[in-house]
């Protein structure tokens, strides 16, 4: 296989502690936490030192490493990497500057150092005007074997001389809520199971990332390449805000090497308070469905939340906090003069009409259907059968500046009078029946997401995994329910993702009372 000609200019920015100093390779730029964790680079970009409280992770061998990788997918799986040249300026930072033009790309970087951690912040960028399908990817070069790797906190495995050592799962279509459980998850788009991953040895490193900006990524340690590394995908289209574009942010920390994933979590929860701010003030039990007065002695119980909130002003009296129905996974439509069990598969346009029907019930539009509708592969408004709550659903894009988004944001003074009114209670919030996912390939929604697109390797074209458009839906209703002393609640929230937690005030589901850890 012959390399693909390329050459580079990239630009990396570094504002950190940064320490310059001269070797062999010429000057070098270090960036550095006050906990101990130091990351140098040559000019070129080139790993040239790793360590952590003094203890060196990059052998010899290793100097030189490029850390920064891009693949693209259409070309095959290699990774190319991203080197340039370097030049400090007065203030401390380092800018590396880099164009791929056998790949047609521009890439930059901004390594940041603070007292506990490096952030990384990656961009990427089109000059061919044609969609892209990337991967990018971050990878250090550590020898681990016989280190652990940390699927969650409770779980570790030991680090062979071979194979690869990652927690990650297929994206799903639909919400995860026993009704879709019958849906299988998708072959595109790998995601990590935690926000955080660690490895441990005789020192401990962590990788995370920011959780109000959702990404499709994953973490692990390849001990075949010896490379502990960050994936993200991303594609890149001319319809995205910035146009072609796509940046990615995460961060590279210690962690202690006894106490492993449960010390990267309390370090993320220290760093990062604004994500799990306590909202609610009372805990204890969730009802769902039944009324709280048809128990005798319900105070025994301790209940905190009622799901559905069909007696509020009962709840009041008992304390507990009553949460209405805000949204589900999606629109549900029934089709005149169809049977299931005997009829013929009926027609699209027969399930458009009835989809665009029932919008007009719902919303007093059928136009905010048209508007905010997913776009099928075949760029047809997406409509797929159901076996429950009616004969289609329909999944919607609600981000807060389409119109289904905004019809739902306008409603909320509405439902809090309204049970005021007619209930005689106060209504303490919205619950999510799980929430709308879906893949979504319709290009004219792609200005108004605040998260990069993903590939279809086998349509060869880009879409939106429609869930974090819900997240910043979720975002929006969060801070308007917080700033009038309400909170939210959700059902389907483990086995979710946890770009949605710091939205939500309770999580949980209609379940058992088993519920394995490994769910929360």
């Known amino acids: 296989m012959t390399s693909t000609p390329w050459r580079l200019r990239v630009l990396l920015l570094l504002t950190a502690t940064v320490l310059t100093g001269t070797n062999a390779v010429g000057q070098e730029m270090t960036v550095a936490t006050k906990d101990g964790l130091r990351v140098a680079l040559a000019k070129g970009g080139t790993l040239q030192q790793l360590s952590v409280a003094g203890e060196n992770l990059l052998p010899g061998e290793l100097v030189g490493f490029q850390p920064v990788g891009i693949c693209d997918v259409t070309l095959g799986p290699q990774f190319v990497p991203v080197s340039g040249t370097a030049v400090q300026e007065v203030a401390g930072a380092v800018l590396q500057e880099s164009e791929l033009d056998g790949l047609s790309l521009r890439v930059a970087a901004r390594f940041e ?55 990650s799962k297929g994206i799903r279509e639909f919400a995860a809520l026993p009704e879709w459980r019958d849906k299988p998850v998708l072959n595109m788009g790998s995601h990590a199971v935690n926000f955080c991953s660690a490895i441990t040895g005789p020192v401990g490193l962590c990788y995370a990332v920011p959780l109000d900006q959702p990404r499709i990524f994953r973490t692990g340690y390849d001990a075949d390449e010896k490379l502990f590394y960050i994936v993200s995908d991303a594609a890149l289209a001319p319809e995205t805000d910035p146009p072609s574009a796509a940046e990615l942010t995460f961060y590279l920390y210690r962690c202690d090497s006894d106490w492993g994933m449960r010390s990267a979590l309390d370090r993320y929860y220290r760093l990062f308070p604004q994500f799990f701010t306590k909202h609610v003030e009372k805990e204890g039990m969730w009802m769902a469905f039944s009324k709280l007065s048809e128990l005798d002695n319900a105070n025994e119980f301790r209940f905190a939340f009622q799901e559905g909130a069909p007696e509020p002003g009962y709840d009041d009296r008992l304390g507990v906090d009553s949460l209405t129905y805000f949204t589900h996974a999606g629109m549900f439509a029934n089709i005149a003069d169809y049977n299931p069990e005997t009829g013929p598969e009926p ?30 592969a075949q760029e047809r408004l997406s409509i797929k059968r159901t076996a429950v709550y009616g004969h289609i659903i329909a999944q919607y894009n609600l981000d807060p500046q389409l119109p289904y988004g905004k019809h739902m944001l306008e409603r909320i003074p509405g439902v809090f009078q309204s049970y005021r009114e007619k209930r005689g209670g106060e209504l303490d919030g919205f619950y999510y029946d799980g929430i709308t996912t879906g893949i979504n390939y319709r290009r004219e929604h792609f200005p108004y997401a605040g998260y990069p697109p993903i590939w279809d390797s086998a349509r060869g074209k880009p879409f939106l995994y429609n869930y974090f458009s819900s997240v910043e839906f979720a975002k929006e209703v969060a801070e308007r329910l917080h700033a009038e002393g309400k909170i939210t609640m959700m059902n389907g929230a483990m086995g979710s993702s946890f770009y949605t937690a710091p939205y939500l005030d309770v999580m949980g589901a209609e379940t058992g009372l088993r519920i394995n850890r490994t769910s929360f």
């Open 113 to 167: 150092g603070t007292d506990e951690l490096v952030k990384v912040k990656v961009r990427v960028s089109d000059t061919s005007g044609k969609d892209r399908g990337l991967l990018v990817r971050f990878a250090l070069p550590i020898p681990a074997q016989g280190w652990h790797w940390w699927d969650d906190v409770d779980s570790r495995r030991e680090i062979a001389a071979s194979g690869t050592y990652e927690n």
């Open 347 to 376: 027609s699209y346009e027969r399930q458009l009409a009835a989809m665009r029907a029932q919008f007009k019930r719902t919303t007093g539009s059928a136009e905010i259907f048209d508007a905010s509708a997913l776009d099928d």
